[in-house]
């Protein structure tokens, strides 16, 4: 088993930053990458990065080149620095974990955390 704690989230105004962070212990050696998503009202779960245990990273277009995903494997923990935030950023946001390839389907990923809730004002 792997458990996930993400921390970091809160409220923001447009233009600003927020970075997360998500805490794995447990079996880690047994994970192959770590990814976000989120999740706002009424809408489906959505992939946001991942990033490999190589280091390679993966981004969905409405967050390139303003999210930045990272990871400190001493540390068992995966970053997700967030820039230049709008209001249709808002949702939870989730770590998970997958034993298998970087994929954009939650339903790949084994092990999630409690999600994180950021708000971006306008």
């Known amino acids: 088993q792997v458990q996930l704690v993400e921390s970091g989230g809160g409220l923001v105004q447009a233009g600003g930053s927020l970075r997360l962070s998500c805490a794995a212990s447990?079996?880690?050696?047994?994970?192959?990458?770590m990814g976000w998503f989120r999740q706002a009202p009424g809408k489906e779960r959505e992939f946001v990065a991942a990033?490999?245990?190589?280091?390679?990273?993966y981004y969905k277009d409405p967050v390139k080149g303003r999210f930045t995903i990272s990871r400190d494997n001493a540390k068992n923990t995966v970053y997700l620095q967030m820039n230049s935030l709008k209001p249709e950023d808002t949702a939870i946001y989730y770590c998970?974990?997958?034993?298998?390839?970087?994929?954009?389907?939650?339903?790949?990923?084994?092990?999630w955390g409690q999600g994180t809730q950021v708000t971006v004002s306008s």
């Open positions: 447990g079996r880690t050696d047994s994970t192959r990458a």
């Open positions: 998970a974990a997958t034993t298998g390839s970087i994929t954009w389907s939650p339903g790949t990923y084994a092990y």
């Open positions: 990033i490999s245990t190589s280091g390679n990273t």
